[in-house]
């Protein structure tokens, strides 16, 4: 028997050829990171850095601090409950003077005001008499505006010497953060960001159901249709995305109006009278319309990519072997298509739940949704620190959704095509 050679493989160049692999994968690796690294430097320069600048903002504002520096000192030592000494009222004054020179004073106003409403103008109106104020400094304060001597407004104030705060995510579930009580509750009539968190949810979530009950059909006859018929088809699907979304959002105003075209038709019908016509726009009826007609294609096209896959020989057998129609497509046609019900439904749910134009036309106040607030406090109110604690917890939200699916369905089964 002859001896097996044990001397090592090497290249044309003598290398070991364990070695060169080595060395061929290494540049291939290196390839492969530099084609992706545009993309990534992309992704991370316009989507993943803002957020976390934006999310940061929910938890941190230095307004106060850096704009009172006399201040922030004595407010940090301040227990928060006992009345506040002649120094700390001599130091707002003095800080009261430098704002209202390098004009910052509506800065600060403001950054107190979203603790405690009715601060703005004590703030502006106090500073442009400022440098008239002499000592002492408490009685002078007072006398310019009585809520200088309320133990209320310098509770605020110590809130917003804090720089690193809860305050906005507490604000984002309807509580109050407190210098002596902590978290407490707002008063019922003022809490009205829950309650849009679960408008939001409700609202997402029937779209989604509606999606998937008009949807499925639809896909269903895209992938067992004849070709020429399927196609037809598919452009009827795909049209919408060639009109604007502003466009498409007012048409269904013209249509859903008291004097539009359903209510018309109800009426010539018979289903009411004239004179009681539904109340179809500007309530959460409408919303729920409009977002469904708009966001149908993205549930259609997941579950007909999905469909499509499907051999028609399982239904052919499952007949073969004595099962209904019926029994056929529930037993052996749906269960197939669970990952396009998946990712059509995730997908439709991700997008109703930060959508803003359409309900901001056709919502009217019943159908406003989260996302309308914080647009409202990006570009009026201004307070970006709670709008980005709102889209805080609505992101929260989602990646909670979107791991109870890992969980219960599994992100495997999602398919996309």
């Known amino acids: 028997m002859s001896e097996i050679s044990t001397t090592p493989l090497t290249a044309a160049d003598g290398t070991p050829l364990k070695k060169k692999l080595a060395q061929a994968m290494f540049r291939s690796r290196v390839r492969a990171v530099g084609l992706v690294l545009p993309l990534l430097g992309f992704v991370l320069a316009s989507f993943v850095f ?51 020179a390098d004009r910052t004073i509506g800065k600060v106003a403001s950054r107190v005001n979203q603790e405690l409403s009715g601060t703005r103008s004590l703030f502006t109106s106090t500073a442009r008499k400022a440098e008239k104020i002499e000592p002492p400094y408490r009685e002078s304060l007072v006398k310019i505006k ?32 407190t210098v002596d009580q902590g978290f407490i509750e707002r008063d019922k009539k003022r809490q009205i960001y829950t309650k849009l968190f679960i408008r939001t949810l409700f609202i997402s979530g029937s779209v989604m159901f509606l999606c998937l009950l008009l949807g499925y059909p639809v896909a269903y006859l895209l992938a067992t249709l004849p070709l020429k018929y399927s196609n037809l088809l598919m452009i009827m699907v795909l049209l919408p995305f060639w009109t604007s979304l502003l466009v498409r959002t007012t048409a269904w105003i013209a249509i859903l109006q008291s004097q539009g075209v359903v209510n018309d038709l109800l009426v010539w019908v018979g289903i009411t009278a004239d004179d009681s016509r539904f109340s179809l726009i500007y309530n959460m009826t409408g919303t729920i319309i409009a977002m469904t007609h708009i966001l149908l294609p993205f549930m259609i096209l997941p579950l007909y990519s999905v469909m499509k896959t ?29 990952p396009g019900i998946g990712a059509g439904g995730l997908l439709v ?69």
Do not use: C
């Open 310 to 338: 499907i051999p028609p020989s399982y239904m052919r057998a499952a007949r073969s072997l004595g099962a209904t129609p019926t029994l056929a497509f529930i037993r052996v046609y749906m269960p197939q298509t669970v």
């Open 349 to 417: 749910f991700i997008l109703a739940i930060g959508y803003y134009i359409t309900p901001a036309l056709v919502g009217g106040q019943d159908g406003q949704l989260i996302s309308n607030m914080i647009a409202y406090h990006m570009q009026k109110s201004l307070n970006w620190s709670l709008a980005a604690a709102l889209g805080g917890i609505l992101l929260g939200g989602v990646l909670v959704l979107y791991w109870a699916y890992d969980r219960i369905i599994g992100i495997d089964n999602m398919k996309l095509g």
């Open 50 to 100: 803002p957020i976390l600048a934006l999310m940061w903002q929910g938890v941190y504002n230095d307004t106060f601090e850096r704009l009172m520096p006399n201040l922030t000192e004595e407010l940090r030592i301040w227990d928060g409950v006992s009345e506040p000494t002649e120094e700390m009222y001599a130091l707002l004054v003095l800080d009261l003077k430098q704002n209202r």
């Open 146 to 177: 009585k809520k200088w001597g309320k133990l209320e407004v310098w509770q605020a104030m110590k809130l917003t010497n804090e720089s690193l705060t809860p305050g906005y995510y507490a604000t984002s579930l309807d509580k109050r953060y």
